[in-house]
């Protein structure tokens, strides 16, 4: 009987060795695959499914893009002045249309990048009529940040050029941010500016490369995202230079203290080219970028670690042209407006595989 009983547990720590713990771990009963995952190629790119295009008349000049908790689809247009709405289970045809052109509330002239808060609600980039719309999931006026009177600092007339806003984030609070770039890359201020959700301007940070630097060094913010703890990651940069500025907020207020940024300029795993158009944040935290020049998106860990590139080389369509504005879906499909391509993708980006570790049966 001892001589029994010691075999059988001989067998049981065999069976976690080889197992990898997997019987000490409550619930594991072997039904749940693991998350599907695909090695990179020999220059560092990952694989890439592709669900879904979206273009057409319909849409013939997309700028924004963004989807909600319930997977419905906003798509901004530069050339129709309003927000096309699709379905989550059918992207062939629009279900709904928010706005037109014209200067009224609930009206558009270039409208762009689109943000969803938690409730839903809608924050558009009104470029042409220098402010932010709040809307309602259906599309009525809640708020507005910003006028024009307020970011004319950072037009240039002379060289027809009104139409400065150029990034949108929205925290956890209701507060708006907005990328401001100006008319040339070195010589004019660069901004970014906060709001409270009531719409008061709580702050600006500006940067003017050849001049005065506020807290630190940016120039045409092309996106903007806020983490859950209002950590600030804008994209910005020019004349060959694409960067990710990371940037905390102490007491509601951006701080140097704990500040870094990330990209070289270059063609090559981690480089990005001229200014990104499109950054988000995943489930996991990491950062993907739209390296718009580059013509591709790029994967970082928060720390500025790449970890993966994706293009669409072999798929069924053409190669990204200016990837710009990106949105990531309740599902984790990415939605990429493809800008010179005038379209907008539904993709899977398949994550790399993580090299095995040690065993930890802890």
């Not at 997309?62 to 530069?78: C, H, R, T, W």
């Not at 409270?196 to 913010?221: N, V, Y």
């Not at 190669?319 to 407006?337: K, L, N, Q, T, Y």
Request: net charge negative; aromatic share 8%.
């Amino acid at each position: 009987m001892r001589a029994g009983k010691l075999k059988g547990m001989l067998v049981v720590v065999l069976m976690i060795i080889l197992t990898g713990c997997g019987l000490l771990t409550p619930g594991n009963d072997g039904d749940t695959p693991p998350p599907s995952t695909a090695a990179l190629d020999e220059e560092g790119y990952g694989e890439v499914k592709l669900a879904a295009v979206i273009s057409g008349d319909i849409i013939p000049s997309p700028a924004g893009v963004a989807v909600n908790s319930a997977g419905q689809v906003y798509i901004s247009d530069d050339v129709r002045q309003r927000l096309f709405v699709f379905s989550a289970t059918d992207l062939n045809t629009p279900v709904g249309e928010i706005g037109e052109e014209g200067s009224g509330l609930g009206q558009f002239v270039h409208p762009r990048e689109i943000v969803i808060d938690q409730e839903d609600n809608l924050y558009v980039i009104d470029d042409g009529n220098s402010r932010i719309q709040k809307l309602s999931p259906t599309g009525e006026p809640l708020a507005v940040f910003g006028r024009r009177q307020e970011f004319s600092a950072y037009f240039s007339l002379e060289d027809g050029y009104d139409e400065p806003l150029s990034a949108l984030g929205v925290d956890e609070e209701g507060n708006v941010y907005v990328g401001i770039s100006g008319a040339h890359y070195d010589i004019s201020a660069h901004a970014v500016m906060k709001f409270s959700p009531s719409g008061e301007k709580i702050w600006t940070i500006e940067s003017t490369l050849e001049g005065q630097i506020d807290l630190w060094p940016f120039a045409w913010p092309g996106a903007l995202v806020l983490d859950p703890n209002k950590t600030l990651y804008l994209a910005h940069g020019a004349n060959g230079v694409g960067k990710i500025m990371v940037l905390p907020q102490r007491d509601g207020r951006p701080t140097e203290e704990g500040a870094y940024d990330f990209g070289r300029m270059g063609k090559g795993p981690s480089e990005l080219m001229h200014t990104p158009a499109g950054i988000a944040l995943t489930a996991a935290g990491d950062i993907l970028i739209a390296d718009t020049y580059n013509n591709r998106l790029q994967l970082f860990e928060p720390a500025g670690t790449a970890i993966a590139m994706y293009r669409l080389q072999g798929l069924d369509t053409v190669e990204f042209d200016r990837p710009g504005a990106i949105s990531i879906a309740p599902d984790g499909s990415v939605f990429v407006v493809d800008e010179g391509n005038k379209r907008v993708l539904k993709l899977q980006l398949i994550p790399p595989a993580k090299p095995a570790g040690p065993v930890d049966c802890g």
